[in-house]
């Protein structure tokens, strides 16, 4: 039968968008479920508070009436007038292997993007720098974390051979950490913080964390505003942000770490991993999907490294060491001792040099592709 590209424009259509990779990597042991809710709040205009500014179309491949592939497509202005590049995003790429279906789903984006008088299309992006990013081309074979993608392996195949090519790679490591914190770790810490009038915030509850929020978003925009494709968030996006991540977060896996104004200077933000109890859920908090998340961040041997940022005058001062002896600590208590880092940039030598203290591999490799179109 010959294959149709259809948008998605009904609810109806949505829930087929989102559940098709389910289907797709129905016995794929490396792929983790993402939470429906979370795509659903992600992908729904009256619920994402990025639609006040992009635009978004999605659209499904379908083959006798069987979906075979999806794709979503995004113009997010505010990266065009940050970046001065008049851009379109692709994202939510899932296709079975058939050069077709990606050629006819590649097609009817490069389609809009010409419409719209733009000059490229590149991802796998989000809206924001806080959804997930970057085509895995290598450590298919590795359990992901919650924050990335997983995809088959003839997907960069498929990029090559419609001509996209790289623009930027980020690197993934895995960390072996030692049961106890090593001595010089806590003499340097108490060192820096005195040196520098510095002080950890040890808080206790969610609730001493939540006053720093506003300033930890603030210090991802500034500091991260170099990073490749990173757009600022807007205060409706900060407070999304903030319910969607601070209500799992334990205070134990987050280090901040202040001056003598109580003024944030870095931060770093772990938690035990998800991964497993993902797999367990199947994208599903209820009946028994919260069941599984609740028990993984209560006992693990595991914990994913999600986000760090130290204040630009304050980098070449050892501040991060504060905090990743509070991290060490927890994990420590917690009985854990392997630690995945969240992608990192190629170009990020300040963080991947982080892992020198540790016994690391390098695990996954992903990349952003894009095509200049003429």
């Known amino acids: 039968m010959d294959l149709m590209i259809r948008e998605v424009l009904t609810p109806r259509d949505l829930k087929a968008f989102v559940e098709f990779p389910f289907k797709l990597y129905k016995d794929n042991p490396y792929w983790l479920p993402p939470l429906l809710e ?46 001065k ?11 079975v292997d058939d050069p077709a279906v990606s050629e006819a789903l590649f097609k009817t984006v490069e ?28 450590g298919f074979e590795e359990m992901g974390t919650m924050p990335t993608i997983y995809n088959y392996p003839y997907y960069p195949r498929e990029m090559d051979r419609l001509g996209y090519v790289k623009d930027v790679d980020w690197f993934e490591y ?50 991260y505003s170099h990073l490749y494709s990173t757009v600022p968030l ?39 991993s998800l991964s497993k109890a993902l797999k367990k859920a199947n994208g599903r908090l209820f009946p028994f999907g919260f069941l599984y998340l609740l028990s993984a961040l209560r006992k693990n041997d ?3 490294l999600y986000l760090i940022a130290v204040r630009s005058d304050y980098q070449k001062k050892g ?3 504060p905090m990743m ?11 854990i001792h392997i630690v995945d880092a969240c992608p990192e940039l190629e170009s990020n030598l300040a963080v991947r040099t982080l892992w020198k203290h540790f016994k690391s591999r390098q695990n996954r490799k992903r990349r952003c592709y894009i095509k200049h179109l003429s």
């Open 174 to 223: 895995q960390m072996e950490i030692p049961s106890k914190v090593a001595p010089e770790f806590d003499r340097g810490t108490a060192l820096v913080l005195e040196r520098h009038n510095l002080h950890m915030l040890n808080a206790k509850s969610k609730k001493e964390l939540l006053p720093y929020v506003p300033q930890l978003f603030g210090l991802i925009d500034s500091e």
């Open 38 to 83: 979370d795509e659903y709040n992600t992908l729904r205009r009256d619920k994402n508070p990025a639609f006040e500014h992009c635009q978004a179309r999605y659209w499904l491949a379908e083959r006798s009436g069987k979906v075979v592939g999806r794709i979503a497509a995004i113009y997010n202005p505010l990266h065009v007038e940050k970046w």
């Open 111 to 138: 389609d809009w993007a010409r419409e719209m008088n733009l000059t490229a299309v590149h991802g796998p992006l989000g809206f924001t720098d806080m959804d997930k990013e970057g085509m895995l081309i290598d």
């Open 319 to 321: 501040a991060h060491l």
């Open 325 to 335: 002896t509070q991290i060490w600590h927890t994990t420590s208590k917690w009985g």
């Open 302 to 304: 595991r914990a994913d």
């Open 234 to 272: 807007t205060e409706a996006q900060v407070k999304v942000y903030t319910k969607q991540y601070f209500d799992f977060i334990d205070p134990d896996f987050v280090a901040m770490i202040l001056d003598e104004h109580d003024t944030l200077v870095g931060f770093a933000i772990a938690m035990p």
């Open 85 to 95: 590049q008049p851009y379109l995003r692709f994202g939510w790429l899932d296709m």
